[in-house]
């Protein structure tokens, strides 16, 4: 479907691993809290393993809570036409591509990476016209000026490598194209987690709270900015796109948000408990009157054409 890819170097070591990489991982490493950004530093044989158990939680609770109404925005905001030649980077469980895919139709080409095998087992069940590829952003297995249109959604915040998978991302979208990026706002402007994050870290700790803010970490615009620069790129067009997060109940959200991902590996049960506990008081006014919780997920759509 695609020309052979050249030949490019995976990370050795380092890697990424997003809020949504939920499931047993080993305990954090290194965290660079100057940017609240959460960081492993993971043996390569270990690096992105998510068992198929974890990514179909994350399938059935995350994306219908939150990611998939971002997808349809992220398409819309970059003007896919039919037809054209598309790439997901860090695709999860395929929330964009398949996004695409209807919106560009039959004779579009579509393909999708991103570095856990078991977010990938996942979204090849949902099309089999899809170009599934275990790949981390750093090192895209594509030739030069392979696609119309390069999509990221909520991932860039998590590379080992900002900087390389901007450039890579730059590499294989075409002279013309467009590279859309999403990123959430800043913790202070996310009702229920300018709440829920002070309170973490109250209970648990520091620790506990930067991992929870690290989805937020480029929320500040002058941050995306710097991140961009750095790969010698721009962003052309700034889009505010707003979704709403819904769950349904204050205990499902917070069993599946703190219990259910990596920060399982930091809160213990009692923890948990007295998070809920106070949770009551603090994220209240997000609670409605049959129990299900719903607050505003503020986000921002870059749009650069390299």
């Not at 050249?6 to 050795?12: E, G, L, N, Q």
């Not at 036409?81 to 695709?91: F, Q």
């Not at 981390?136 to 594509?142: D, G, N, V």
């Not at 949770?279 to 870059?302: E, Y």
Request: aromatic fraction near 6%; include cysteine.
């Amino acid at each position: 479907m695609f020309p052979p890819a050249v030949s490019h170097d995976r990370p050795a070591v380092s890697v990424y691993y997003r809020f949504r990489t939920i499931g047993n991982l080993e305990p954090y490493a290194r965290i660079r809290p100057e940017k609240e950004d959460l960081m492993m530093e993971l043996d390569h044989a270990e690096a992105g393993q998510v068992s198929a158990s974890a990514a179909e939680i994350y399938d059935r609770e995350f994306v219908p809570a939150l990611f998939g109404q971002f997808a349809p925005m992220l398409v819309e905001a970059v003007r896919l036409k039919p037809g054209e030649s598309v790439l997901d980077v860090a695709c999860g469980t395929g929330t964009v591509a398949l996004a695409a895919e209807g919106h560009c139709g039959q004779d579009s080409r579509i393909a999708a990476v991103d570095i856990n095998p078991g977010m990938l087992a996942v979204a090849r069940r949902k099309s089999p016209r899809i170009a599934w590829q275990e790949a981390a952003a750093e090192a895209l297995p594509f030739d030069d000026d392979t696609f119309d249109a390069t999509l990221c959604q909520f991932a860039l915040m998590f590379f080992a490598d900002r900087t390389k998978a901007l450039r890579e991302m730059a590499r294989v979208t075409k002279p013309g194209g467009r590279i859309a990026i999403s990123v959430f706002e800043s913790v202070e402007r996310s009702p229920a987690y300018d709440r829920l994050v002070p309170l973490l870290g109250d209970v648990v700790g520091p620790k506990a709270a930067a991992a929870l803010s690290a989805p937020f970490c480029l929320g500040d615009p002058a941050a995306v900015t710097a991140e961009l620069a750095a790969a010698g790129l721009t962003a052309d067009e700034v889009r505010p796109c707003t979704g709403t997060a819904r769950h349904a109940s204050l205990d499902a959200w917070l069993d599946t948000e703190i219990g259910g991902w990596t920060l399982a590996e930091m809160v213990s049960a009692d923890q948990l408990g007295r998070i809920k506990e106070a949770a009551r008081d603090a994220l209240g006014a997000h609670v409605g009157a049959d129990g299900s919780v719903a607050f505003p997920a503020p986000a921002r759509v870059l749009i650069i054409r390299p």
